[in-house]
């Protein structure tokens, strides 16, 4: 069964590079591009990660990772605010909210995918492929 990947973002471009590489890649991609639908998506059915942009038009980004980790059974939800806010401040506060990962836009498309795999894998594969000293 594919992982789920809940992609909140205003930008038309980012969502679409988000639909090639994950979609590539074999995961199931649900896009939002505001606060409330990625709310609405994220209360229908829960993903396995979200991407998440901060600037968003109608409810800060900031909140909704505020509201992701104070709703039960999102508190481990892996969280990769990506966003153009990329200053020392920016990051503290992304960290102080418990995001997972944050990435600064524009987008690095290796790293990206990357960090999902790495997310996404599975623990045991990851141990699995975890050199032996």
């Known amino acids: 069964m594919p992982k789920k990947i809940l992609a909140i973002d205003d930008t038309d471009s980012i969502l679409d590079l988000y639909r090639i590489l994950l979609r590539g890649k074999g995961y199931e991609l649900t896009t939002a591009s505001t606060g409330r ?19 968003l038009p109608d409810i800060s980004g900031w909140d909704i990772l505020r509201i992701i980790r104070r709703t039960e059974g999102n508190e481990d939800l892996p ?8 200053e020392d401040a920016d990051v503290a506060h992304g960290w102080i909210l418990d995001c ?3 990435l600064s836009k524009p987008l690095d ?5 990357l960090l999902v795999d790495r997310l996404l894998e599975p623990e045991e594969a990851r141990l699995a492929s975890t050199p032996r000293t």
């Open 79 to 86: 969280v990769i605010v990506a966003t153009v806010l990329d």
């Open 109 to 113: 498309a290796d790293r990206l995918v």
């Open 100 to 102: 997972t990962s944050f």
């Open 37 to 55: 639908e990625g709310l609405e998506a994220l209360r229908a059915e829960t993903p396995d990660l979200v991407l998440l942009d901060i600037g």
